[in-house]
């Protein structure tokens, strides 16, 4: 009779970095918030950007239903992007509190193995 090998492959995994989403991103022209009065940074100037962003939008809106607008917009594409862990996917968290000190994944447990550059 054979003997039968006790000993399992744990399972390993990295960190990678995957995009999870686009969006496109409209940059107001300058003008649309240079002359806020109240001092930068606080919360009534961010309310008041908002006030003037969300006029603004709807201007944009309307824009694009009648294509009036001369205005300078900025439009760019912009991706989204999550480190994750190779081996379940899940968002990258590791966890070092394995009786066996070695970092391994918190949602899946598979042992952590630094890729070379």
């Known amino acids: 009779m054979s003997e039968m090998n006790n000993t399992t492959e744990e399972k390993t ?3 990678v970095r995957v995009k999870t989403g686009v969006r496109v991103i409209c940059e107001p022209p300058s003008y649309a918030t240079r002359w806020i009065s109240a001092p930068y940074g606080t919360e009534k100037y961010w309310d008041r950007v908002g ?3 969300g ?3 709807k201007e944009i809106n309307e824009f694009i239903r009648d294509h009036r607008s001369r205005d300078d ?3 760019s594409v912009e991706f989204d992007f999550e480190e994750q862990c190779t081996a379940c996917q ?3 968290e590791l ?3 394995y009786d066996d ?3 391994r994944c918190s949602y899946c447990g598979a042992i952590y193995v630094k890729e070379s550059a």
């Open 13 to 15: 995994c990295s960190k």
């Open 51 to 53: 006030e003037i962003l």
């Open 55 to 57: 006029d603004w939008a």
């Open 73 to 75: 917009v900025g439009l």
């Open 90 to 92: 899940q968002p990258w």
């Open 95 to 97: 966890d070092s509190s």
């Open 101 to 103: 000190g070695k970092p």
